[in-house]
């Protein structure tokens, strides 16, 4: 049977990606991200970003794949969850390759992908996936014909939350690996509000309590020490809860904030005392990137799972659970 070579363009927030995969082989995953200095993403400013790297950054992966347009069988892009006016740049690229090449075109669920990928790398078969990144923070897993959400933030996500705090704090967006490296500076704990409901957490509470400890000259290092200690415990829990749920035995991590070592020692410990498996992916599929967006396009594709490029749109509050699951 033919390999099949699929592009994939991902742009629900702040990273524009253009990946190529062959089968099961990722030839490219060429990405360029949008920062700020102070302050968090501006949707609009974010998609101007993308509009303008958008044409290198598909060049600069067909070079590394050393491949021609011509030679891409079938077109993926990220149709949601995201910012809409992101979404639109990576649709609007899609749609043009797509049309231009004559070949098919399939919006994936970025949330799936990160799961999708994460199996591929790792060979896990039947993972409960933690994807925890700026926007989302999810407990994910498989049942009866598709992927579910068996618990997530009740107000915002996890990556968001240490980025809020940091820039609170005057140390910069993003703030999750400065946060990191400040709590290797320390071991003391200091007690914060714990917020677990079910397989739900949620962050607002202890985040007012850090910037009222931060404001009463607390120090930074023990602070940020005491806000992995309790927001990954709290993860960590839910996690754990969902596996038991469910009687899996493989955990999976996805991403920005699975880049955290302590968040990922932590979560090997629990599966390590309940006779689980761990799996991490590497860095680089663990933050938005597009190769993942390529690769559930091969699997959605092979399912039959395409569209007209006529009907292409994008989805900026598509959920986990609103995607059929053809693939498994
Ligand atoms: P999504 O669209 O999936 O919500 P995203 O746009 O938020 O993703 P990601 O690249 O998945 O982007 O994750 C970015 C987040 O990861 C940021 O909030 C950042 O602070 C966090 N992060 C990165 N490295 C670390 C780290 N070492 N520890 C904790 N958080 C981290
Ligand atoms: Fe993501």
Not at 205 to 212: A, D, I
Not at 269 to 281: L, Q, S, V, W
Request: charged content about 25%; some cysteine.
């Amino acid at each position: 049977m033919k390999k099949i070579i699929c592009l994939g363009i991902e742009s629900t927030a702040h990273t524009f990606g253009v990946g190529i995969v062959k089968n099961k082989k990722i030839l490219a995953n060429v990405k360029d991200s949008y920062t700020t200095i102070k302050g968090g993403i501006v949707p609009v400013e974010a998609a101007k970003h993308h509009e303008k790297v958008k044409e290198k950054v598909l060049q600069n992966a067909l070079t590394e794949s050393g491949l021609k347009l011509s030679d891409i069988d079938i077109i993926s892009y990220s149709q949601g969850p995201g910012l809409g006016p992101c979404l639109l740049q990576g649709l609007g690229l899609a749609k043009k390759l797509a049309k231009q090449i004559k070949k098919p075109l399939i919006p994936v669920n970025h949330c799936i992908t990160h799961l999708e990928i994460g199996k591929l790398l790792c060979k896990c078969k039947n993972p409960v996936l933690l994807y925890v990144s700026g926007a989302n923070t999810q407990v994910i897993s498989y049942a009866s014909g598709k992927y579910r959400i068996f618990g997530e933030t009740l107000d915002i996500g996890v990556g968001n939350f240490i980025d809020s705090f940091a820039r609170y704090c005057g140390i910069g967006f993003p703030g999750g690996s400065r946060i990191m490296e400040l709590a290797s500076k320390s071991t003391k704990f200091i007690e914060l509000p714990y917020s677990v409901k079910g397989m739900d957490v949620a962050f607002s509470g202890l985040l007012t309590n850090l910037k009222q400890k931060f404001d009463q000259r607390y120090r930074i290092e023990d602070l940020s020490y005491s806000l992995q200690e309790h927001a990954f415990a709290m993860l960590v829990e839910t996690a754990e809860r969902a596996m038991a749920h469910l009687r899996k035995k493989e955990l999976l991590l996805g991403g920005g904030v699975a880049c955290n070592t302590r968040l990922q020692e932590m979560c090997k410990i629990m599966c390590k005392e309940r006779g689980a498996k761990f799996f991490c992916p590497p860095v680089s599929v663990l933050v938005d990137n597009a190769a993942m967006i390529a690769w559930l396009g091969i699997l959605m594709y092979k399912a039959g799972q395409k569209i007209k490029v006529e009907k292409t749109d994008i989805k900026p509050y598509e959920r986990t659970d609103d995607v059929e699951v053809k693939w498994l």
